[in-house]
């Protein structure tokens, strides 16, 4: 049997960890990890603790070598999350390429395809086609 395991590098402990030599400033708020999560709280908390007149500083943490490395992406993005914190953005200028105009399933065969009915947990209507590795980039960006 296959297992995945078998053919990873052993990596020790002390190999796995890295001290951290930078300045003992320290900040605020720490979010571990640069996915979509972490930099869309670290924008929404920079945009209130600005607009409540209490600058915070924010820190974000990435363990990939580049921000978007570890994102797993199908190609589908729902908009909501991005009109909610960007509310002053014209839609055109988030990170996506084209809105979805039709969803189709199929149920394929060895030689053959049927088309099924769509299920409304897959329905696209209204989401958009893009990278959320790339989105995620462009999140970096803002925050
Ligand atoms: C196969 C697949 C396809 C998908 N397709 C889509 C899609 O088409 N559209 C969609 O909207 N969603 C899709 N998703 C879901 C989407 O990937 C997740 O909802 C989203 O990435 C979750 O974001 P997150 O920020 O919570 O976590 P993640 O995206 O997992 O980001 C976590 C980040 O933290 C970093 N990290 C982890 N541990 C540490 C640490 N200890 N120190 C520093 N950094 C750390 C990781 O490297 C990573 O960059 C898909 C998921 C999968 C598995």
Redesign the pocket.
């Known amino acids: 049997m296959f297992k995945p395991i078998d053919y990873q590098k052993h990596v020790s402990f002390q190999d796995s960890i890295e001290e951290y030599k930078g300045g003992a400033e320290g900040f605020d708020v720490l979010f571990?990890?640069?996915?979509?999560?972490?930099l869309s709280g670290a924008i929404k908390l920079a945009q209130l603790s600005k607009n409540g007149g209490r600058e915070l500083s924010i820190a974000v943490?990435?363990?990939?070598e580049a921000v978007g490395h570890?994102?797993?992406?199908?190609?589908?993005?729902?908009p909501r999350a991005f009109r909610e914190l960007f509310t002053e953005m014209d839609e055109k200028d988030f990170p996506f390429s084209s809105i979805v105009k039709k969803d189709s399933v199929y149920f394929l065969t060895k030689n053959s395809s049927f088309s099924l009915p769509i299920p409304p947990l897959m329905s696209n209507h209204g989401n958009y086609v893009a990278s959320?590795s790339e989105a995620t980039r462009w999140l970096a960006k803002k925050a």
């Open positions: 571990v990890g640069a996915g979509p999560s972490s943490v990435e363990k990939s570890h994102i797993l992406s199908g190609a589908i993005i729902n959320l």
